[in-house]
DNA sequence: GTAGGGTTAG
């Protein structure tokens, strides 16, 4: 036990006991190691933290193994603040450049990865900067991190090149984390040889990444290559090429690849099972989500499972299916109950929602902040504004939930709808928050349904305020498509006072319209199209 | 003791 802390020269414990002194009349009894370093191993955190002055006081240093500890507890159970803090306390109580190399070094990487977790890439990237040395620990934990957020992807190959310049060679973490970041054809090539060359490619977390990036970047034929390539086989390496399948729209390629799996002697497992599900529910594929329920079968009592084909069966609108699903149900829980409460919201069926959540209810299972968006979603749909303002209302006093931006905006979208547009905007001037530009273009899908066009050109001014650089993609690419299937715009839905020909220009953009004539120019003949929305405020529907 | 792949509700 005493390994775990060194003292500190004598010195400078008699200067803390002084200082100590000072603050309190009364000696404190000396903090025992044993409770130290349980706590920093075991937790709760906020007692482990408030052991660190205790710690400092006594002129004790935690090692570096308790301290990478203290640092993972943070990350699981705390905050930013509470991670600083240990940042702050081992800068000032025990310098990581006091400890050896090796143990210096793994509490640094462990700081870098805590900020890296919390969101925190600038405070992560300031410590590795000042970090006297990396190793590639240090420089894969950075470039997972750039890796995984959209607009740094290219820095997370600078610093994989950056990496190399200084000597530490990547490995099969590093490889797996940076084929997240490639986004075009050519840099996968290259970093795909990279693996290659230095004999990674094989390894099944780098040979799965390879084949999320081809699938990522459309060339099913490169995921597929690598995938055939496989010899020992892995159960992720599969899920990696049938989910890639599914999204591509290929659905019945993925249930093909299901069955050469369990063929091949894999157990689908819950994992497998629920992410292809959840390619099912994307793509909205009644027919393969069907055949995968079958697989789900001898997973009968996996509420996790249960859960996926019901939000699979919600959104592709088979509510046969959710009602037989949900009573043979052997359990239940708050994720069941949400899930059937905005499903049938999305299906047009508030009333039976709202009865749902009364059921919900009495079975003494407590709402959370979903299952209110679900709620509130269905009062939307069916123009229950007084019974929306009493759910709102009572969401903290009844159910102790803080309404949050998303239970505002389903708000402004209920007043909206129901054509209390002056209401809507006095909700929004009313309420704690800054509105951001979600509010703002629901309460313009308000105008819209309701011809009010000076309200709707003063949400789309804070629209553009907030969201300037508003583009439109391979929108008109799509759109010459549509015009040869003979679809007519409706002009009488724009309010703005412009040329006919205008009007049917912004009318284009129209997502139903879209997803109909995708879904036109992709299904086989006789097959349904079925459409998955999550609002319902155009007035031709 | 530090970095990796799939994993249910808006």
Not at 98 to 113: C, E, I, M, R, T
Not at 346 to 357: H, I, M, P, T, Y
Not at 420 to 434: C, G, S
Request: proline letters at 4%; hydrophobic letters at 45%.
């Amino acid at each position: 036990m005493t390994s775990l802390f060194k003292r500190l020269p004598r010195n400078r414990l008699a200067a803390t006991r002084r200082s100590s002194r000072r603050v309190h009349t009364q000696p404190r009894p000396h903090p025992s190691l044993a409770i130290f370093s349980r706590l920093f191993i075991e937790g709760p955190l906020p007692a482990a933290l408030a052991l660190l002055p205790d710690l400092a006081a006594a002129g004790l240093r935690a090692d570096p193994v308790s301290l990478t500890r203290l640092v993972k507890l943070c990350v699981r159970h705390g905050t930013a603040s509470d991670g600083r803090l240990i940042h702050r306390h081992v800068e000032t109580h025990g310098p990581l450049s006091h400890y050896s190399a090796g143990g210096g070094l793994f509490v640094s990487n462990s700081l870098v990865s805590m900020y890296a977790k919390f969101g925190l890439l600038d405070e992560a990237l300031r410590l590795f900067d000042g970090m006297p040395e990396r190793n590639v620990v240090t420089w894969t934990t950075v470039v997972a991190a750039l890796a995984n957020l959209n607009g740094r992807k290219e820095e997370a190959l600078r610093f994989l090149v950056a990496m190399r310049r200084d000597g530490v060679a990547p490995n099969a973490y590093t490889f797996s984390s940076v084929l997240g970041a490639c986004a075009t054809p050519w840099v996968l090539a290259a970093v795909h040889a990279s693996t290659v060359k230095v004999g990674l490619d094989s390894d099944v977390f780098v040979r799965s990444s390879l084949i999320d990036a081809y699938m990522k970047l459309g060339d099913l034929d490169g995921g597929r290559r690598v995938f055939d390539e496989m010899v020992t086989g892995d159960l992720v390496v599969w899920n990696s090429i049938i989910v890639g399948f599914a999204q591509s729209g290929d659905g019945v390629g993925a249930i093909e690849l299901f069955t050469r799996m369990k063929d091949a002697g894999f157990s689908a497992n819950q994992g497998t099972l629920t992410s292809v599900l959840r390619a099912c529910t994307g793509m909205v594929m009644l027919e393969v989500g069907r055949q995968v329920h079958a697989h789900v079968l001898k997973y009968d009592r996996n509420l996790i499972l249960h859960n996926a084909l019901l939000d699979m069966y919600c959104k592709c609108g088979s509510l046969e299916d959710v009602d037989a699903l949900f009573h043979r149900m052997p359990q239940r829980d708050v994720i069941s109950w949400s899930t059937m409460i905005s499903g049938l919201a999305q299906n047009g069926k508030s009333a039976e929602a709202l009865r749902v959540f009364d059921f919900m209810k009495s079975e003494g299972v407590a709402p959370n902040r979903i299952t209110m968006v679900g709620v509130l979603f269905a009062c939307s749909h069916a123009g229950l504004v007084e019974d929306g303002w009493h759910y709102f209302r009572s969401m903290k006093k009844l159910f102790g939930i803080q309404p949050e931006r998303e239970h505002h905006n389903c708000m402004v979208n209920l007043l909206g709808r129901a054509g209390k547009l002056d209401e809507a905007v006095e909700f929004i001037r009313d309420m704690n928050l800054e509105p951001d530009s979600v509010i703002w273009r629901t309460l313009l899908g308000a105008c819209r349904m309701h011809k009010n066009a000076n309200l709707a050109a003063y949400a789309a001014r804070e629209i553009l305020k907030l969201e300037p650089d508003d583009q439109v993609q391979e929108l008109n690419r799509l759109i010459g498509r549509i015009s040869a299937l003979g679809y007519v715009p409706q002009t009488e839905f724009v309010l703005q006072d412009l040329a006919i020909e205008q009007k049917e220009d912004l009318l284009k953009y129209h997502s139903e319209k879209m997803a109909i004539a995708f879904g036109t120019m992709h299904a086989v003949d006789g097959k349904p199209i079925r459409i998955m929305k999550n609002l319902r405020i155009c007035g031709l529907w």
